[in-house]
């Protein structure tokens, strides 16, 4: 039991170059915070602790078939009500179960940790069929927003975000439940109409670029067109872009500003062809 426990921890410590070699086990690679990274050790050390176990259990009843198979009629030794075979049958599971639930239990609370101070606070707002991002002052709904960005049937809105720095994400909906998902934090959230902030603190964001978000929580006819994206920049740039928002600039102008492509390239707008597709009898019928 000690081979199994010192086994995961091996493995936790070991996680990324052993999941590399095993295509993460299924898990997808490619997260880009810490909590993503922190998710990903634990599955991976998960499946080498339960292969362990697995490998050890196969190995124990290939042998037993083999080494104890039958070779005549006379009854073998009976070993029941062994107390040191019983007491390892029970401590053994215990303990690989509590060693399990204490890994999982850490990264838990850390993925659910809300209190870490943030040095950006973004409020999603999700309504039918559509984001709009607002960049706070401070977090709850007391805060104010300093900039704001909105998307519409034309363009996709592209929500920037800096590079190295604490993220709270607190999320509100208008209308109906959605997810706010982004498939790199390996993390989505319910968003909630009421009077629920649905919050959420990443350590950091790792990795520059461009990914696609989504709705995640079907929410109605355009569900599958609620797309936006995460746009992560340094954080010179990140200053410099809402520094332009609060000079009165559209989303696309910052961007431009900052050297950013201005329009969202993950993903695109769809083509509702709410006119040509009216079953009503509109302009198409
Ligand atoms: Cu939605």
């Not at 920037?160 to 709270?168: A, G, H, K």
Request: charged share 20%; proline share 5%; glycine share 8%.
């Amino acid at each position: 039991m000690l081979g199994v426990g010192s086994v995961a921890l091996l493995a936790v410590l070991t996680g990324c170059d052993v999941g590399q070699a095993f295509d993460g086990f299924g898990w997808p690679q490619n997260g880009i915070t810490p909590q993503a990274n922190r998710m990903y050790d634990l599955w991976i050390g998960s499946t080498i602790a339960a292969l362990a176990v697995g490998v050890f259990v196969w190995g124990l009843i290939f042998w037993c078939i083999i080494r104890y198979r039958k070779r005549g009629d006379q009854l073998p030794v009976q070993t029941r009500f062994n107390m040191p075979m019983e007491f390892l049958y029970t401590i053994t599971p215990i303990l690989v179960v509590s060693v399990l639930f204490y890994y999982t239990a850490l990264v838990q609370a850390n993925v659910d940790d809300t209190d870490k101070p943030a040095d950006v606070t973004v409020e999603v707002v999700a309504f039918k069929w559509n984001w709009q991002f607002n960049y706070r002052d401070g977090s709850g709904a007391e805060a104010s927003t300093i900039a704001s960005t909105q998307g519409s049937d034309d363009v996709i809105p592209v929500l920037v975000l800096p590079t190295d720095r604490t993220i709270r994400f607190e999320e509100i909906s208008r209308d109906v439940v959605h997810s706010f998902w982004v498939p790199e934090l390996l993390f989505k959230r319910d968003v909630f109409p009421g009077n629920i902030r649905n919050v959420f603190v990443v350590d950091r964001l790792q990795t520059e670029g461009e990914f696609v978000g989504r709705c995640a929580e079907l929410c109605g006819t355009y569900h599958s067109m609620m797309n936006f994206e995460l746009r992560v920049v340094s954080p010179e740039k990140y200053d410099q872009f809402i520094a332009a928002k609060q000079d009165g600039q559209s989303t696309q102008a910052a961007l431009t500003a900052i050297g950013e492509e201005p329009l969202a390239v993950t993903t695109k707008p769809f083509d509702t062809r709410r006119d040509v597709q009216n079953f009503n009898g509109g302009a198409g019928s």
